[in-house]
């Protein structure tokens, strides 16, 4: 399984999986309820670009996640201020990107391997702790793709259109969705 994680000794290194993803749970509710404004969503942003630090990533890491979320970002914020405005757009598109830095944190900081093993404690479930592990870890995944496709761009001298690179992310996305499905099917995993 493709992981984000780092091994390292800091403060947010060393919180059980446990407490973490309680965590990420419990934030997304105010990051929902207080990021309407631009307070709010300021707030937000230092708070995650704070834990960025205190997990010893960097400033500069904060800004490669951030950076690697562009094709995301446009994804989310034209729906957002076609159907909302360019203000309150904005808002939502800057709660979904938190949310996902805040995920992706997760996968820096803590192995998938306890991720699973603590869900399928909760769940008693080992299909539905993978199917959530695989989730949070898709993050990975999908930044990898799209860092790919820019790469690939690039490297055959055409200027990035990002109508295109989004249809090229979801189709090799869903591509290796479906491969994966079918492997993990041949080894008897029911999800």
Not at 111 to 137: G, M
Request: proline share 3%; glycine share 6%.
């Amino acid at each position: 399984m493709i992981s984000l994680y780092k091994p390292g000794n800091s403060l947010v290194h060393r919180v059980p999986a446990g407490w973490k993803l309680l965590a990420l749970t419990l934030s997304l509710v105010p990051i929902t309820v207080y990021g309407k404004n631009l307070v709010g969503s300021l707030i937000e942003l230092v708070a995650v670009f704070t834990l960025f630090i205190v997990a010893g990533v960097g400033a500069k890491g904060f800004l490669k996640h951030l950076w690697k979320l562009k094709v995301l970002l446009i994804i989310v914020a034209v729906p957002q201020i076609i159907f909302n405005g360019a203000v309150q757009g904005a808002y939502n598109s800057v709660a979904v990107i938190v949310g996902v830095l805040l995920a992706a944190l997760l996968s820096l900081t803590t192995k998938t391997s306890d991720i699973v093993e603590l869900l399928q404690k909760i769940t008693r479930s080992r299909s539905f702790a993978l199917l959530i592990a695989l989730s949070i870890n898709s993050i990975a995944l999908v930044l990898g793709f799209s860092n790919n496709i820019s790469e690939a761009s690039l490297a055959r001298g055409v200027k990035p259109n990002p109508v295109r690179q989004i249809v090229t992310l979801f189709v090799v996305s869903l591509r290796y969705a479906d491969d994966y499905a079918e492997a993990l099917a041949a080894r008897g995993v029911v999800v």
